[in-house]
């Protein structure tokens, strides 16, 4: 695609259910990254993928903290038993070599109520 | 650990005025250093960015400018117009991972 996917833009979940979350890297793309942006704050580093290999999983908050990369390319975040403080802008940025230019997508917005 | 610090959190300026953002990086490794441009409800948008060779560069009104020795990079923006308000993001990259400064906000004045 033309540039980084992500879905769903806005998710809305009970506080103790998992979440899946999507991204979709540009085409080509090698390097993908998750962040996380809590309201008003910075750009939190969860995990880095190569390919399909995660080399820095050292982001991820806890162990209900996943995620995966299959074919190279689109990506899965997943948040097992959801808890209030992981409300939080998702992000996905990817880079054609992990030492070039990192394009963001527009995130997904996680509520738990 | 890597640390990224940026100054200053907020920053107002009258239409035409220029805006000057800062950032101090810890890693000496960093080689590259991009910019970030974050609208509301948006994603981060590179705006433009520098890499350790080089001091300076410029794209119409922005421009970047680097000091390795000091491990100093700072945002230039010219001439701001009201649609520069947001937040801006510095960022350094070492080995592959991105460090994020905490954002500057932005507000130009009509």
């Known amino acids: 695609g033309a540039g980084v996917s992500q879905s769903p833009s806005n998710k809305v979940t009970e506080k103790g259910k998992d979440v899946e979350l999507r991204c979709d890297p540009i085409?080509?793309?090698?390097?993908l990254y998750w962040y996380r942006q809590s309201l008003g704050q910075g750009l939190e580093f969860l995990i880095y993928f190569q390919g399909n290999s995660a080399p820095d999983k050292s982001g991820l908050p806890s162990d209900r903290f996943s995620a995966e990369r299959t074919g190279g390319s689109v990506s899965t975040l997943t948040i097992q038993r959801t808890q209030q403080e992981d409300s939080a802008v998702y992000l996905c940025a990817s880079s054609f070599t992990g030492n070039t230019e990192a394009f963001f997508g527009q995130g997904t917005r996680l509520t738990v109520v | 650990g890597e640390n990224v610090e940026q100054h200053p959190s907020t920053l107002s300026v009258q239409e035409g005025d220029s805006a000057v953002i800062k950032c101090t990086y810890s890693d000496s490794a960093s080689n590259y250093f991009p910019w970030y441009k974050q609208e509301l409800g948006k994603g981060p948008q590179l705006i433009i960015d520098?890499?350790?060779?080089?001091g300076e560069k410029k794209d119409q009104r922005i421009a970047v400018t680097l000091n390795k020795t000091a491990k100093h990079f700072s945002l230039h923006i010219t001439e701001t117009q009201p649609e520069d308000s947001a937040v801006y993001f510095c960022a350094a990259l070492g080995a592959y991972k991105y460090i994020f400064g905490t954002g500057t906000r932005l507000k130009v004045l009509a």
């Open positions: 085409s080509g793309h090698t390097a």
């Open positions: 520098i890499r350790s060779n080089v």
